[in-house]
């Protein structure tokens, strides 16, 4: 009985996320889901995006929390367009929230939506939102066993980033290990290094975002 329910919560969540997937190509928006564990750099990485993009993509963003609104301020200052949703205690998104949340963004004056999911490396995984593109964020503090560990958040991802690689050396993280595993789980996922402290590897994940708004756009 217990299965069937679950069964039946990600069936309609999938509902709402056809519908929400409907409404982002209709618009000509790219969604990225942006997951990773608590503490793992999300925001900080998106604040480095928005320096990069803000003045050439139209960005809005969606953030996910169990509570507060703290990383949504840190978003605000950047002029970007972004609403906090708080789960209560929800360890994940659902594809529900998204779409009342998109209700209340002019999707027709943005180019890219990039939903910040709640911290989290199980969870939001399974939920999908209606994206157009999933990815991972991995800082080398939490220890490079976590792509094997936590298997479908890398399988799910389509780009994964190895965030505050300027801590590797004060770190017992194996970087050559965690890209192959990442990979193993994952053949041609893209996989960037990157620093949100010295900048290294940003610019190739902007890269990636305005590949990802040019081929939704069609050009």
């Known amino acids: 009985m217990e299965i069937k329910v679950i069964k039946n919560i990600l069936g309609e969540n999938d509902r709402f996320a056809a519908e929400n997937m409907a409404l982002f190509k209709d618009k000509n928006v790219f969604v990225v889901n942006f997951m990773g564990s608590p503490g793992a750099g999300k925001t900080s990485v998106l604040e480095r995006t928005m320096e990069k993009l803000g003045g050439e993509l139209r960005m809005a963003v969606i953030e996910g929390d169990l509570f507060t609104s703290k990383d949504a301020d840190r978003i605000d200052k950047y002029g970007v367009p972004v609403i906090q949703i708080n789960t209560a205690g929800g360890c994940h998104l659902d594809a529900n929230m998204v779409q009342k949340t998109a209700k209340d963004i002019d999707l027709d ?54 965030n505050k690689v300027d801590l590797a050396p004060y770190c017992n993280f194996n970087r050559a290990s965690a890209k192959a595993d990442i990979e193993m789980l994952h053949p041609g996922i893209a996989v960037h290094e990157v620093s949100c402290t010295t900048g290294a590897g940003i ?8 590949k990802g708004v040019a081929k939704k756009k069609g050009h």
């Not at 199980?122 to 800082?139: I, K, M, N």
């Not at 220890?143 to 560990?149: E, L, Q, S």
């Open 109 to 162: 004056a943005l180019d890219l939506l990039v939903i910040e999911n709640v911290g989290n490396l199980v969870c939001p995984a399974e939920f999908a939102l209606g994206e157009d593109a999933r990815a991972v964020v991995l800082s080398v503090t939490e220890g490079d066993d976590k792509p094997m560990k936590y298997p479908l958040m890398f399988k799910e991802s389509d780009i994964a980033l190895i």
């Open 203 to 210: 610019d190739a994940w902007c890269d990636w975002l305005r």
